[in-house]
């Protein structure tokens, strides 16, 4: 009777173990797609931006030209977030959800929104950094995925973000700033009072709020990079506060 327990209890865990060996293999196939995707598509952003630029030789107009592909891909990246909440991804989801949903806030809600600003040099700046960080991250996240990394995509992922990080900040901010009197102007996205609902918002506030918030958020991730930095280049061992 022992036995056939413990013959038993060998098939479950043999059962289980294969079952998390097929998720585990499925979960791979699949995050190997998606950053290939990924890859693809902010590379045809970064021929797109090249061609325009060399064809007009001014930056003026290369949003508009782009903005649809951008919105797919910039949006498409919300999966990212489902990733770590499914456990596919050893990733915070609070960290991946804040750099995701400020992407596609700055795309949809700022440059896409008000045409006013889209021929801005910040404009340009952050979607110049967005590209190239993201042309690596991916990069890495694939060759990682196929167990072939090559060791200047390791350097540029953990290296590049010191200087790309900051900037893309700063025309992010730039960009938000110099939307602010259209937003005011136009009373865009705003609720006044008196209305149904008995609530009033005011975007232009809101703005200014989105604004501030950059000042404990930027060195909160900032910082994370840098351990993360730490962690696989030099290999010290960083222990961080359950988030």
């Not at 998390?20 to 499925?26: E, G, N, P």
């Not at 998606?34 to 061609?51: D, E, F, K, P, S």
């Not at 340009?124 to 200047?152: A, D, G, K, Q």
Request: hydrophobic share 45%; aromatic share 16%; proline share 2%.
């Amino acid at each position: 009777m022992a036995s056939g327990e413990e013959d038993g209890a060998v098939e479950e865990k043999e059962t289980n173990n294969k079952k998390k060996r097929t998720k585990s293999a499925i979960a791979i196939a699949w995050l190997t797609v998606y950053n290939i995707a990924m890859t693809a598509g902010w590379l045809v952003l970064a021929v797109a931006m090249i061609r325009f630029y060399l064809q007009k030789g001014t930056h003026r107009g290369l949003y508009r030209s782009i903005a649809r592909t951008l919105k797919f891909f910039q949006t498409f990246a919300l999966l990212e977030v489902g990733h770590c909440a499914i456990g596919i991804v050893r990733t915070s989801v609070i960290v991946t959800g804040v750099q995701v949903c400020s992407r596609i806030f700055m795309v949809w809600f700022i440059a896409s929104s008000i045409r006013q600003v889209q021929n801005q040099e910040s404009v340009i700046l952050f979607l110049v950094v967005w590209t190239v960080t993201e042309i690596t991250r991916y990069s890495f996240y694939t060759f990682n995925l196929l167990n072939h990394l090559p060791y200047f995509i390791k350097w540029a992922r953990y290296n590049m973000f010191i200087v790309m990080y900051p900037l893309g900040v700063i025309g992010e901010l730039m960009t938000i700033y110099a939307a602010l009197p259209y937003v005011r102007r136009s009373g865009m996205y705003s609720l006044r009072l008196p209305n149904t609902y008995n609530v009033s918002f005011d975007y232009y506030y809101f703005l200014i709020i989105v604004m501030l918030s950059y000042i404990p958020l930027f060195p909160q991730l900032y910082f994370h990079m840098l351990r993360q930095r730490r962690r696989v280049l030099h290999g010290e061992v960083i222990v961080e506060k359950d988030e």
